[in-house]
């Protein structure tokens, strides 16, 4: 291959603040250290050979450059998406092979979907005029392959942890300033901030309990949810779920958008006593607002499974500080705020508690927050 460009692309894990995204309230994901890997180069036609790994299981298949959505398979949607999503832009886009290589695990909530859709919009922008997109742009083109042309109603928070994030950080991202324009591309000024993630410096690790159930969200139910919340902000009178006050479950009637209004009021303010946690290192704090917000998505807003309530479960009593699903949820993965010297422990009691359940082992992996998107030379 000659001209081959690289890109690097991390998944994500959110810290706190689920569902929050498309509710307008704050959210704390990071960058970690799985990746995803693309090569790329341009082709004289307009015709678009993809190769991809994930899992371990090979894929190729070709497409044209302005390949509607239902033309393609399943699997890649996402890259045709990308590149749809960025002609439609007014980018150009002739034809190129593109390989994808990925360490991040799929269907485990930690946002490979994401990392596709923004590192081939990178990639495709890239060839047609480097340095023409911001990071910002890219997010957003990277999101609206999601909702336009795959058909998932995401937020906007994925997309911005890959693409923004900051090594040793997380990103704090006031949604609302984002969902309404009102951010700098470049500074981040009123929608985002970097805030220190240093529990590895105090001893501490965060695990990732891949429970091997994949989260789909292209079955309905994180769509229901979404247009509950709607619901609720409708009567309620207002742009955005999370500026609810704490009476506003006083003011509805039905009992379901009562809790997932709950939901969302209680975990923006769980989001912002975490990052105050975090700026003081005071990591019992923090590992109790992890707790609380499973708690809250099992039984308010129903997004949980038996596997994430087993997983979050056998780490606490294992000595984690605190735990929780992660990600859009009907399965995926659970994190763990654990104690670097309770690590092997909390991964054994997690791994019995599946085999007492007769479900196979999760994949038990720890990770560090890391930087977003990036050329790389290999």
């Known amino acids: 291959m000659s001209d081959v460009r690289y890109w690097q692309v991390p998944g994500r894990v959110n810290v706190i603040g689920e569902h929050l995204d498309y509710n307008g309230g704050p959210v704390l994901p990071i960058a970690i250290d799985r990746?995803?890997?693309?090569?790329?180069?341009?082709?004289?036609?307009?015709?678009?050979?993809?190769?991809?790994?994930?899992?371990?299981?090979?894929?190729?298949?070709?497409?044209?450059?302005?390949?509607?959505p239902g033309e393609v398979e399943p699997w890649a949607r996402y890259v045709a998406g990308s590149i749809w999503a960025y002609r439609d832009n007014g980018g150009r886009c002739h034809g190129a092979d593109i390989v994808i290589e990925s360490q991040i695990p799929g269907g485990a909530g930690l946002s490979s979907s994401a990392a596709v859709t923004c590192g081939v919009v990178a990639a495709v922008a890239?060839?047609?005029?480097?340095?023409?997109?911001?990071?910002?742009?890219?997010?957003?083109?990277?999101?609206?392959?999601?909702?336009?042309?795959?058909?998932?109603p995401v937020g906007f928070m994925d997309q911005l942890a890959v693409t923004c994030a900051q090594d040793g950080k997380a990103l704090l991202i006031n949604t609302g300033s984002i969902n309404t324009g009102s951010i700098d591309s470049e500074s981040?000024?009123?929608?985002?901030?970097?805030?220190?993630?240093?529990?590895?410096?105090?001893?501490?690790?965060?695990?990732?309990?891949?429970?091997?159930?994949?989260?789909?969200?292209?079955?309905?139910?994180?769509?229901?949810?979404?247009?509950?919340?709607?619901s609720a902000a409708r009567e309620l009178g207002l742009d955005y779920l999370s500026h609810a006050g704490p009476d506003a479950v006083l003011r509805l009637s039905d009992s379901t958008l009562i809790a997932r209004t709950r939901h969302v009021i209680t975990e923006t303010a769980r989001v912002r006593g975490a990052v105050k946690a975090l700026s003081a290192a005071e990591w019992p704090e923090l590992g109790a607002k992890l707790t609380a917000s499973h708690v809250s998505l099992?039984?308010?807003?129903?997004?949980?499974?038996?596997?994430?309530?087993?997983?979050?479960?056998?780490?606490?009593?294992?000595?984690?500080?605190?735990?929780?699903?992660?990600?859009?949820?009907?399965?995926?993965?659970?994190?763990?705020?654990?104690p670097r010297d309770t690590r092997d422990t909390v991964a054994e009691r997690v791994t019995a508690a599946f085999q007492d359940a007769g479900w196979a082992a999760p994949d038990i992996f720890t990770v560090r927050p890391a930087a977003g998107l990036h050329r790389s030379n290999a």
Not at 48 to 65: D, K
Not at 196 to 214: H, K, Q
Not at 319 to 328: E, K, P, Q, V
């Open 188 to 230: 981040g000024s009123s929608g985002m901030e970097h805030v220190n993630a240093e529990w590895e410096r105090d001893g501490l690790e965060l695990m990732v309990v891949a429970t091997g159930v994949p989260h789909a969200l292209t079955d309905g139910s994180y769509a229901q949810r979404r247009q509950e919340c709607e």
């Open 35 to 68: 990746t995803m890997f693309i090569k790329i180069r341009a082709r004289d036609d307009a015709t678009i050979r993809l190769w991809s790994t994930f899992a371990g299981e090979r894929h190729h298949t070709e497409f044209g450059v302005d390949a509607a």
């Open 126 to 152: 890239d060839l047609d005029d480097p340095g023409a997109l911001d990071r910002l742009s890219i997010a957003r083109l990277g999101r609206r392959a999601e909702t336009d042309y795959v058909g998932v």
């Open 298 to 338: 099992r039984d308010d807003f129903q997004v949980s499974s038996a596997e994430l309530d087993v997983t979050v479960d056998a780490a606490l009593e294992a000595g984690a500080l605190g735990a929780r699903m992660t990600g859009g949820g009907f399965g995926g993965s659970a994190i763990a705020l654990v």
